[in-house]
């Protein structure tokens, strides 16, 4: 193969390289998604005062009201992220053995308020919580910043 040859072949691969790679700067303009509504989520939770561990009765209304929102709180979970649900069943020469049904939810709850806690009974205590989406929404933005293209502009 001769020079001028070589030369040719080595400056069209060079061009046929180049007009593969964008020639021009662009600037992306981004725009946030918001959406049209946002649901308000309610939860009520519920805990027996008597069942609570504590040496008196203020003590353990108290903890009857800590685990009436942790109740609540878990019942918002399940309106977020659902609830998982394991089960498991045996069978032994034809006869139904154990039946077992377990059920879990796992989530982070952020931007719940409590709207008011209440004796119910004389035994009962309940928590009420609200979760505005917007509120949650709001949270979401400030760490994950979620967006799309809005413009592009080549220059």
């Known amino acids: 193969m001769s ?3 070589k030369f040719l072949l080595s400056i ?3 061009l046929s390289l180049s007009a593969c790679t964008s020639m021009y700067d662009k600037h992306v303009e981004w725009e946030v998604i918001q959406p049209k509504q946002y649901p308000v989520l309610k939860a009520v939770g519920y805990a027996p005062v008597d069942a ?3 040496t008196t009765n203020s003590i353990k209304e108290i ?3 800590k685990a ?3 109740d609540a709180y878990r019942e918002l979970a399940e309106q977020v992220y659902g609830q998982r649900i394991a089960g498991n069943q ?3 020469n034809m006869v139904m053995g154990d039946t077992q049904l377990q059920a879990s939810v796992e989530g982070i709850i952020r931007g719940a308020r409590v709207v008011k806690s209440y004796p119910v009974g004389e035994d009962t205590y309940a928590t009420e ?3 505005d989406m917007r509120t949650v929404y709001q949270l979401y933005l400030s760490t994950a910043k979620p967006r799309q293209i809005k413009e592009v502009k080549y220059y």
């Open 12 to 14: 069209s691969v060079v």
């Open 129 to 131: 919580l609200e979760l």
């Open 63 to 65: 903890m009857a009201m």
């Open 52 to 54: 609570q561990h504590g």
């Open 68 to 70: 009436s929102k942790l």
């Open 3 to 5: 020079i001028s040859n």
């Open 90 to 92: 045996s069978i032994a």
